[in-house]
Nanobody
Framework: VQLQASGGGLVQAGGSLRLSCAARGLSVRNYRMGWFRQAPGKEREFVAAISWVTNTYYEDSVKGRFTISRDNAKNTVALQMNNLKPEDTAVYYC?????????????????????WGQGTQVTVSS
C-alpha cells in the first residue's frame, strides 16, 4: 500500500496550487482520505478529509479556500488550494484511514490514519 503526494511548489500569496495523492494498493473510494500539513517548528495539523460517501471536512482556516475531491477512475485524491496565504506554507501529506476506521469524532486526528504519503512542500511567498 502506497500513497504518493505531488503538486507542491512555490507560489505568491493569493495564488493557487493543486495537490494530488496517487494511491497504490488501496482504492481511495473505499476509505476516508485526509490531507495534513506540518510547518517548520509546528505540529502536524489536519487540513481536510473526504469520506467514502464523499462527505468533506475542513479545518476552519482553509474553509472556502481549499477543496478536497476524489477521482475514483484515477484512484487519486486532490486538494485544490486557492487564495493561498503565507501561513499555508508547510509540507503537505495525504493519508488513508483503513479499517478499522476511526469514528467521525477522530477524523481530524493524525492517529486515525495509518497509511501516509511522503509529503510535498508548499511555499507561499508574501
Amino acid at each position: 500500500v502506497q500513497l504518493q503526494a505531488s503538486g507542491g511548489g512555490l507560489v505568491q500569496a493569493g495564488g493557487s496550487l493543486r495537490l494530488s495523492c496517487a494511491a497504490r494498493g488501496l482504492s481511495v473510494r473505499n476509505y476516508r482520505m485526509g490531507w495534513f500539513r506540518q510547518a517548520p517548528g509546528k505540529e502536524r495539523e489536519f487540513v481536510a478529509a473526504i469520506s467514502w460517501v464523499t462527505n468533506t471536512y475542513y479545518e476552519d482556516s482553509v474553509k472556502g479556500r481549499f477543496t478536497i475531491s476524489r477521482d475514483n477512475a484515477k484512484n487519486t485524491v486532490a486538494l485544490q488550494m486557492n487564495n493561498l496565504k503565507p501561513e499555508d506554507t508547510a509540507v503537505y501529506y495525504c493519508a488513508a484511514d483503513t479499517p478499522p476506521v476511526a469514528p467521525y469524532s477522530a477524523l481530524a486526528s493524525g492517529r486515525s490514519y495509518d497509511v501516509w504519503g511522503q509529503g510535498t512542500q508548499v511555499t507561499v511567498s508574501s
